[in-house]
Structure formats: structure tokens, C-alpha cells
């Protein structure tokens, strides 16, 4: 059974930085790209990054690049976001999530090709 398990959120002051961290279990297959999303209240899940399988290939919603690096780590099975200049604007619940395959925009800025999401971590910046 593919857990995903988040961590690193909190509550940061508008220009700080969080490292978000999401480790993967019970992974019998060769996974494929990893993203994260995010959810503010009353809002719809929107994108925030994916990375291939490999590293080479990183996709940024506009509002994160910039800012926001995605990386992983595959021996760990464990993807980050470090998050940088947060603003008021970036708080919501922050989403990973595993597809089984690697993907090419504009699908794998959508919640389409994921398999596997986690239950997501806070993250909150003060104004």
C-alpha cells in the first residue's frame, strides 16, 4: 500500500523560506513523476511544481518560479519544496502526490496523472 507523508509546514512571516518534505512507502514499482498542488480555502487544488522520475524535467506554475525549487531524492523515495520569499498569498494546505509514469505539460500540471496523494501539511505566512 503507497503511502505519501508530508512534513515541513508551519507558520512563517512573509519573505521566509520552508522546506517541504514528502516521503513515500510501499513502493513495488518504478514511479514516475512527483508534484506538489496546493489548497487554499474555498479555493479549487491548483499546481505548484512536478519533477520527473529522473530530476531532468521540473515544471513551475508561474506564481512558484522563482521562488520554489522542486527536487528528490529516488534512494529516499522522497521529493522536496523549498519554498522562498513566501507571501500571505502562498498559505493553503500543500499537497504531494505520485503518478506511475512521468508526464509532459500541460497534463502533469493537472491532478490527472497522479496516482498517490498524501494528506497534506499547513502552511501558513503572516503578513
Known amino acids: 500500500q503507497v503511502q505519501l507523508v508530508e512534513s515541513g509546514g508551519g507558520l512563517v512571516q512573509a519573505g521566509g523560506s520552508l522546506r517541504l518534505s514528502c516521503a513515500a512507502s510501499g513502493i513495488t514499482f518504478r514511479s514516475g513523476a512527483m508534484g506538489w498542488f496546493r489548497q487554499a480555502p474555498g479555493k479549487e487544488r491548483e499546481f505548484v511544481a512536478a519533477?520527473?522520475?529522473?530530476?531532468?524535467?521540473?515544471y513551475y506554475a508561474n506564481t512558484a518560479k522563482g521562488r520554489f525549487t522542486i527536487s528528490r531524492d529516488n534512494a529516499k523515495n522522497t521529493v522536496y519544496l523549498q519554498m522562498n520569499s513566501l507571501r500571505p498569498e502562498d498559505t493553503a494546505v500543500y499537497y504531494c502526490?505520485?503518478?506511475?509514469?512521468?508526464?509532459?505539460?500541460?497534463?502533469?500540471?493537472?491532478?490527472?496523472?497522479?496516482?498517490?496523494w498524501g494528506q497534506g501539511t499547513q502552511v501558513t505566512v503572516s503578513s
Open positions: 519533477i520527473s522520475w529522473s530530476g531532468s524535467n521540473r
Open positions: 502526490a505520485l503518478a506511475r509514469s512521468d508526464g509532459l505539460p500541460p497534463t502533469i500540471k493537472t491532478t490527472q496523472p497522479y496516482d498517490y
